[in-house]
């Protein structure tokens, strides 16, 4: 599963991110911001080709020797970047997918709340929930 998930607003500033490593925190928040260079490159390489019908899946942007990064963008224009330890060769692109879907819906319903101001850090307690689920569960339970 995630190490660490990150929504990324239009203008490029962080709405969401969350890593399950804390002591490496600093670590993904330079990870996901260096991920969004190779993603508005995609970004405007399919656009150029294709006109306005697009793939909202990037899929993988960059590998390291630690993770691999994947990227999704809304029509919105906002970012999803999931970085994945690169040890977990168990995990398939329709899965990549599916967490990308499931986190999409969660942050649709996140912006259909009347409460929230659109451009704001997410602080809802339904996403947090549905991105711990996605994360990776460590063995810290003592």
Known sequence: MAVCIAVIAKENYP?????????NELKFHYTV????????????????????QRELYLGLLYPTEDYKVYGY???????FVIVVDSSNTSLRDNEIRS???????????????????????????????????????TASYT
Request: aromatic share 6%; with cysteine; charged share 20%.
């Open 73 to 79: 963008v809304t029509n919105s224009k906002v970012k």
């Open 15 to 23: 709405l969401y991110i969350r890593s399950v490593p804390t002591q």
């Open 99 to 137: 967490m990308f879907r499931k986190l999409h819906n969660s942050f649709t319903d996140v912006m259909c709340n009347p409460f929230h101001n659109p451009g704001d850090t997410i602080q809802s307690k339904a996403f947090d929930g549905i991105v711990s689920g996605m994360m990776v569960q």
């Open 33 to 52: 911001h260096t991920s969004l260079d190779v993603v508005e490159e995609k970004i405007s390489a399919v656009g150029k080709s294709l006109g306005d």
